[in-house]
């Protein structure tokens, strides 16, 4: 199966990029798997918070192989335990861009929102609604449309 792995690291190690490659390259291979594809340097991004200190941080990822699901576990642990990767993310590849509702991991939580979508809300009456339908939207765009043909 295919995954991609996504991590960063502070910006005071973005001229050791090569020797955390080394490093995580080893641990994949550790466990089995493979690099499919040459890291990608995202470069470096400012953080929505402060993590560790750190206000930027050198993003980069990779898509590797692994036979057996089960390594991921380890994997993770030995990227946590990595002090020059301050976060890691580890995505299967065929889940990238779905929302989170299709993915197969998560059906306990589509179900949860399932339900509490289909609960009908009480709307709060106020003069604010809308005065007018869709139809008469439709023909007013449609009018709108046609005088400017440009």
């Keep these: 199966m295919e995954y991609e792995l996504l991590f960063f ?49 050198f993003y980069s990822f990779c898509w590797f192989t692994l036979e057996k699901n089960s390594n991921i576990p380890e994997i993770s642990k030995r990227l946590s335990l990595n002090d020059k990767i301050m976060r890691h993310l580890i995505v299967r590849a065929d889940e990238i861009g779905k929302p989170i509702a299709q993915q197969e991991g998560m059906r306990g939580e589509s179900q949860k929102a399932e339900s509490v979508a289909a609960k009908p809300r009480r709307e709060k009456v106020t003069e604010a609604k809308a005065k007018i339908g869709m139809e008469e939207l439709d023909e007013k765009l449609s009018e709108i449309l046609d005088e400017n043909p440009n």
């Design 9 to 57: 690291t502070s910006v005071a190690n973005e001229d050791r990029i090569g020797e955390i490659k080394k490093d995580i390259e080893e641990i994949i291979t550790d466990q089995g798997g493979k690099i499919s594809a040459d890291f990608s340097d995202i470069g470096k991004r400012k953080f929505a918070h402060p993590i560790k200190r750190q206000t930027h941080g």
